[in-house]
């Protein structure tokens, strides 16, 4: 039997204070109003995982802007007003149960399947996102062709994510998270898959989180020192999952450095599992074994920084859990949470969890579709751990 006591030991998190290790990880619901206010049922989703005592939750990716931000149809914003005042309802139903909750803020760049606001798509460089839409999002074909972004348009999209982010702290959210990962805007400057450019936002590795940093300082200067921030990163998207950053561990470590002199109070690393080796082709063997997380846990390191780093990928037994927290302070739960929205309960008190179905998510990843296979597999999604 693992010993799960690491699990449910305290964290600082900046000025948050975490009573467990144990995170939501962000996952694209689709189930918005058309306009971006959240839906009702929404509120009845997050409220339920802090519920069954996951101590952080991670929303699913927010658009930033009424311009070319939006990713899905359905998909929640944070860019107005009123779309702000949505959100406070949630806010306040997963403090009610002891959570914090973090806002994601994604801009998705070529990865976009869906915007109602326009008919062009862009990008760092022309691009376009290999492989079909996510058919489970609503999407279907192949990506659309991205044009160059311009330069006035980059510092829109800085001035969205700031905007986003002082929105989410006017709500009562804990945090905001930026999404850098999984092929969305942020990652495409990091990627030179996406990024291209020869101007101040492109270059070589280093120069490339030109775009990243400029987020940073904005949404810093927006919310304040005391308002944690953070960055999600993976080396591959949606449909590259296997893609990985050129220049090996050497320029991975310089990557995650130049973010966490950034100011950021954490870093959320995902991949396809927690333990997979980041680069398997590594000359030096010792390297060959490194997760991405582990890069980032020497950098910190070396800096002697007191980043918080969260892992998150495939993580569905407490014993992946405990394991996950020796390169990480806490481990976000993603697939197997949504099989279990009390995994924290059901873990502590050593009872089953449910496996994740990917019927879960077919035809489409809703709220709505995931009740309907609940109710025909009489599977509750909480029962406080005594299935």
């Given at each position: 039997m693992t010993d799960t006591k690491t699990l449910f030991t305290a964290h600082t998190l900046g000025e948050l204070e975490l009573r467990n290790r144990l995170v939501l990880a962000p996952m694209t619901r689709t189930s918005a109003q058309e306009d971006g206010l959240v839906h009702f049922d929404m509120v009845d989703y997050y409220r339920d995982f802090a519920r069954g005592d996951f101590s952080l939750l991670v929303t699913e990716g927010l658009y930033t802007d009424e311009a070319f931000s939006q990713g899905y149809a359905n998909q929640p914003g944070l860019a107005t007003q009123a779309q702000q005042d949505s959100w406070r309802p949630v806010v306040e139903a997963v403090h009610q149960q002891g959570g914090r909750l973090i806002a994601q803020l994604m801009h998705a760049g070529a990865q976009t399947q869906h915007n109602r606001f326009k008919d062009e798509v862009v990008a760092p460089s022309e691009s376009r996102a290999s492989g079909e839409m996510l058919s489970f999002y609503g999407g279907s074909g192949p990506f659309p062709l991205a044009r160059e972004i311009s330069e006035s348009e980059i510092h829109e999209v800085i001035a969205g994510f700031a905007t986003s982010a002082r929105l989410a702290k006017e709500a009562g959210f804990d945090g905001v998270e930026l999404h850098g990962a999984n092929g969305y805007l942020i990652h495409q400057f990091i990627s030179e898959r996406f990024n291209q450019r020869d101007d101040a936002w492109g270059g070589d590795a280093t120069a490339r989180l030109a775009f990243p940093l400029a987020v940073i300082r904005s949404v810093r200067e927006a919310v304040g020192d005391d308002f944690p921030l953070g960055?999600?990163?993976?080396?591959?998207?949606?449909?590259?999952?296997?893609?990985?950053?050129?220049?090996?561990?050497?320029?991975?470590?310089?990557?995650?450095?130049?973010?966490?002199?950034?100011?950021?109070?954490?870093?959320?690393?995902t991949g396809g599992d927690v333990a997979a080796p980041a680069f398997p082709e590594a000359a030096n063997a010792d390297e060959r074994s490194l997760s991405l997380t582990?890069?980032?846990?020497?950098?910190?390191?070396?800096?002697?920084?007191?980043?918080?780093?969260?892992?998150?990928?495939?993580?569905?037994?407490?014993e992946k859990a405990v394991a996950a927290l020796e390169h990480a302070d806490l481990v976000a739960i993603g697939r197997s949470a949504l099989a279990n929205h009390d995994w924290p309960k059901r873990?502590?008190?050593?009872?089953?969890?449910?496996?994740?179905?990917?019927?879960?998510?077919?035809?489409?990843?809703?709220?709505?579709?995931?009740?309907?296979?609940?109710?025909?597999?009489?599977?509750p999604a909480n029962c406080e751990g005594r299935c």
């Open positions: 960055m999600r990163l993976s080396q591959g998207t949606v449909t590259e999952p296997d893609l990985s950053w050129a220049g090996g561990p050497d320029a991975a470590r310089a990557r995650f450095s130049h973010l966490i002199e950034a100011g950021l109070d954490f870093l959320h690393l582990a890069l980032a846990d020497q950098s910190r390191k070396a800096l002697e920084s007191d980043i918080t780093l969260i892992t998150n990928g495939g993580v569905d037994s407490s873990v502590k008190r050593d009872t089953c969890l449910t496996p994740f179905d990917f019927a879960m998510l077919s035809p489409l990843a809703t709220l709505a579709n995931e009740e309907d296979w609940r109710i025909a597999n009489d599977k």
